[in-house]
């Protein structure tokens, strides 16, 4: 093993105390949400979603109505179906079209429940309502996950090389492809998303490094320097520079470090660089150390002296850092890896410790659709091949694909099925016409991770009407999959790509770094970040997309350099920034393309919160979130409960009892915060009576749910600077 040092360090704890229902931050998302009707108010409690089922969410919620004049609300449940339209990258979810399928008011006699429920099932569906997607899936009751069965996602380690010195890994797709440049005698490697040319007279590469940087070397896979200069014509194909998002934040002041040694890389291969010779420091709580002059995810475990190392979700362990590394599920981590703080700077690794409740998020976060609408009439495809299309079939199904296109064509029987980003398109022949598919045959879902088609399983049809198909894709379709019970990126095999007159990669696991943001999902980079150098990922003239998920998705390529990776230095929550920053470009639905065929409200909810604020509020009249204490809820029979300081409460004829069986005071409007005080009379029936072990667990589990996902929202909205609007009634 080689030799290491073990520093000392300082961390900076972000203190992020657990909110409670009544003190906490002001909210940006506030619940319950006040709704005016004919002659009082109707106030809707934070829902409790019980079922996902594609874009339908089943839920419950408690309500309470305050009729004018009215000497005590009265409170009850409501179930509820809804459509889902989803906004992942502004992290909200909008629950349209909502159907009221059952209520309960348990106080109440048979005239009054038959007057009530004629009045939510008339005036509740009118209602939009926006809710935090992170208050959503913390409190999505899933009892079925879409889990990869075990073998599927292929886990096998990359080629992993450890190196004591700043280097950067440059990924060929092969061997090198070379095409002439149509303005010189230069050549391209077009296999990579990295700008490499040849000057095949000098026999010399040339590798871009920045705008005005270049290296140099005459054998592509070693021996690469700096260049003092480079011909003039090779300067000029320098790819243009990385867009810098307006408001991105620096890190802070750090001399760059030197120029790094380049490694290129012809088959899956993973580059941890540290500066110098390993350095460790403690993490407080644990017997683990985590190297702390790399990029790279790696950590020591004091008790066994094994190495782990984070790879695209995937953890691997080796005796010695050269060395042979192999791959350990989740679940056969040492204990110790539970224990990182989730605000400690390697607390962005518990995604993919099983248990926590980090990856418990991202599992569920991988099970939410990115929802739209597009119009039937305005969406058009027109698919490119290189040559006449050439066929293959998938295997362990009836289906084919064609290999010489950028865009997933699909043979089943005597159609062909197309997805251009996230929407699916059928024709009758390969060369269309194409026109928006209104279902697929579920053989397609049948496809295996091996295949480069799979991706495209995680894209579906919902429902349909004559103008318009409601549809979503699963971060699937982008790369995440769930497996056993943590994310991963990518499934692991190797896709060959296409090459004729024109390179088509695929989707490629390894190689770039790959990195998990709780708010923005994956980012890639390099495996050094602190160097002079930019190394443009994707900006020569041949690259199409396709590393990185679906053609033209781009991701999160800025690396470590503008945010992320320095956490350790900067705090996490600036990755968090950074990453979060990107998500908009991230949805598929965003795109040029997609934009002319969604609707207007679909493409207004999918925009940034200020332009579709603006957008959606021309549509329908915003209503902010009552003052009132989030802190009522209803149970799986639709009783109500309420969860004071002093414990739970539930209600009963016009007031609140307790576990002693004691009511609190009778109030005739609703309080802005929850009751401590309990009436000294007691009921002749008490709490517990009513509510059983299983109703108390429940609760218990519903209020834990809700705390967790407001802390996680306001988190979000404070790291983001951004609020979101609570209900929308439609015209």
Known sequence: MPQFRIATTTALVFLIGATTAFCQDEPDDPWPKEIQVANGTVFIYQPQPEKLEGNHVKARAAIALESDGSEAPVFGAIWFSTRLETDRANRTATLADISVTQTRFPDQDEAKTAQLKNLLETEIPKWDIVISMDRLLATLELREQRIEAAGQINNDPPIILFVSEPAVLIVIDGEARLKKEDSSDLMRVINTPYTLLLDPKKKTYFLNADAETWYTATDIKSDWSVADSVPKEVAALAPEPEPVDEGEIEEEDTEPGPPPKIYVATEPTELISTDDEPEYSPIAGTELLYMSNTDSDLFLHLSDLQHYVLLAGRWFTADALDGPWRYVPGEELPEDFAKIPEDDPNGTVLYAVPG?????SAVLDAQIPQTATIERDNASLDVEYDGDPQYKDIEDTTLTYIVNSPTPVIQAGATFYAVDEAVWFVASSPTGPWVVATAVPDVIYTIPPSSPMYHVTYVHIYSHTDEVVYIGYLPGYTGTYVYNTTIVYGTGYYYPYWYGAR???????????????????WSFGLSYSSGPFTFYIGRGSWYGGGWWGPHRYRGYRHGYRRGYRHGRRSGYRAG???????????????????????TAQSRARNQTP??????????????AGSNRANNVYADRNGDVHRRTDQGWEQRSGNSWQNADGQRSQPSSQLSSQPSSQPSSQPSSQSYSGRSNTSTRQQMDRSYSSRQQGNQRANSYNRSSGRSQSGARRRR
């Open 356 to 360: 926590t409740a980090l990856a418990e």
């Open 503 to 521: 390179y088509y990669p695929r989707h490629s696991t390894w190689g770039f770094h790959v990195r998990y943001n709780p708010w923005g999902g």
């Open 576 to 598: 968090y920034r950074a990453g979060q920053r990107n998500a908009n470009q991230r949805n598929m639905y965003n795109s040029n393309r997609n934009q002319s065929r969604s």
């Open 610 to 623: 200020s332009t579709s604020q603006s957008q959606i509020s021309n549509q329908a009249r915003s209503t």
